[in-house]
């Protein structure tokens, strides 16, 4: 692997950002979270377990990432936080108060707190009516303007604070005469409208041209900075997780399995699936460099997640990982905590063999059974991976 240390200069801290974890104000809080969806096919009723037991904290003046790939339960995750979903279990607490699955007015109170930004700026802006209309109507709904005046003051206010400036050349705009960066801004202004604490961001710029998405994020952290805002910014992509966030949990098949701040993570993962992630990406170092474009490049292939219909049993990540255990089979691993902050679920950590997480090269993908015939009951050294991939035969 190339070393995800890096020589980049850490963003500066927000007057809003926790030193240390924990130190902020936890705004929305998620305890053991778990949702199962239920399915009816030809054969009958199937459960589908698509996220299990989350724990998740976001503080004011702080961007967590949540980071996985595609169908690892990112979205329901967010549609969870947002009461779109009811869990199967599991409490969600906004300022330390236990939140029901709301409607009415009381699910009007929770969403003029925890505003949720979809991944499709387009689909979420009604294209027959213009931006005043539409930053005017969150508004006037949320009791935040008043007046006419006082409307049209703060849609000017808010245009200015997403950078939509003059106000005046947008403000009669409809959303199909805006490029899409503009729209997605105008996305984040409606949800400011409503004077948030936190916002929830589904992949928000994965829908954007290469070329702006760098500004959105970039006023994603202004808001933080300058506006105390908690983020949970949602991606399938490590490296603009690390640009924009303070801390990253990994979601692998449903679970969380690392968590810790993005330096952390960055610079020393604890999880193979975390080293399968950033071996894939481009390096998270370089986006800070200079070179941004390489923040949105492609993730490299990372092979089949695991249905979490029969998800595998023990350790998720064991079809797919190199040092998988009789254990990794068998049962679930724990959270440990590696460092102050910084935890993994993985049965490497307690069978003393973190160390092959530091192996400069990891070859993942190879099969269980080709594991188990190596020598250290499975949990392959890398050498012994890589002698057989020498012999062709062997290579399958
Ligand atoms: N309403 C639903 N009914 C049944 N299964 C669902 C439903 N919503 C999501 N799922 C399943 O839950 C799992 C997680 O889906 P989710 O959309 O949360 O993943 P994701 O990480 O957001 O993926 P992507 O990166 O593709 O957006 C998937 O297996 C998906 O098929
Ligand atoms: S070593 Fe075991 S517990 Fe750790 S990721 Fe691999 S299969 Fe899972
Ligand atoms: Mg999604």
């Known amino acids: 692997m190339s070393t995800h240390a890096s020589t980049s200069p850490s963003p500066s801290p927000s007057p809003h950002r926790p030193a240390q974890p924990g130190a902020a104000e936890v705004v929305l809080e998620a305890r053991g979270v778990t949702k199962h969806f239920e399915v009816r096919g030809r054969k009958g009723t199937s459960i589908v377990r698509a996220v299990e037991d989350i724990d998740l ?11 996985g790939e595609s169908g690892s339960g990112k979205t329901t995750v967010a549609r969870l936080l947002s009461l779109y979903y009811e869990a199967t279990s599991g409490e969600i607490l906004l300022d330390g108060k236990l939140v029901d699955h709301v409607s009415g007015k009381r699910a009007r109170d929770y969403y003029a707190q925890v505003q949720l930004l979809f991944q499709d700026p387009f689909a979420s802006l009604n294209s ?37 400036t003059p106000p005046e050349q947008y403000i009669d705009k409809y959303p199909h005469e805006l490029s899409g960066g503009q729209r997605q801004r105008i996305v ?6 409503v004077e948030p604490q936190v916002m929830l961001g589904d992949e928000p710029i994965s ?47 449903g679970q969380m399995i690392e968590g810790g701040s993005s330096e952390d993570v960055i610079q ?42 029969t998800p595998p049993k023990g350790c998720r990540f064991n079809p797919r990982c190199p040092f998988a255990m009789e254990i990794c089979n068998r049962e679930q691993p724990e959270k440990i905590e590696i460092s102050p902050g910084h935890w993994a679920r993985c049965w490497l950590h307690q069978e003393g063999k973190a160390h092959l997480l530091r192996q400069e090269t990891i070859r993942f993908g190879v099969p269980i059974e080709a594991a188990a015939e190596l020598p250290d009951g499975g949990a392959p050294d890398i050498a012994d991976v890589f002698d057989r991939e020498d012999e062709p035969e062997s290579d399958s």
Do not use: C, W
């Not at 904290?57 to 980071?67: K, W």
């Not at 935040?144 to 950078?163: C, D, G």
């Not at 984040?188 to 409208?193: G, H, N, T, V």
């Open 57 to 67: 904290q976001l503080h004011r003046g702080e961007i967590v990432a949540m980071v």
């Open 128 to 164: 027959l009516k213009p931006i005043r209309h539409i930053l005017g109507r969150a508004l006037r709904i949320h009791g935040r303007a008043r007046s006419r005046r006082e409307t049209e003051e703060k849609i000017h206010e808010l245009l200015r604070r997403v950078n939509l």
């Open 188 to 193: 984040i202004a409606r949800a400011l409208a």
């Open 207 to 253: 829908m954007l041209d290469v070329s702006i998405r760098l500004d959105v994020l970039n006023l994603l952290k202004k808001l933080r900075d300058e506006e105390g805002l908690a983020l949970l910014y949602i991606t399938h992509d490590i490296a603009s997780a690390r640009y924009i966030a303070d801390r990253i949990n990994v979601m692998y098949a």
């Open 268 to 309: 020393s993962p604890q999880h193979p699936y975390t080293r399968l992630l950033l071996d894939s990406s481009p390096d998270p170092a370089r986006g800070l460099d200079g070179d941004q474009q390489s923040l949105f490049d492609e993730v490299g292939d990372l092979g089949e997640p695991p249905s979490l219909i």
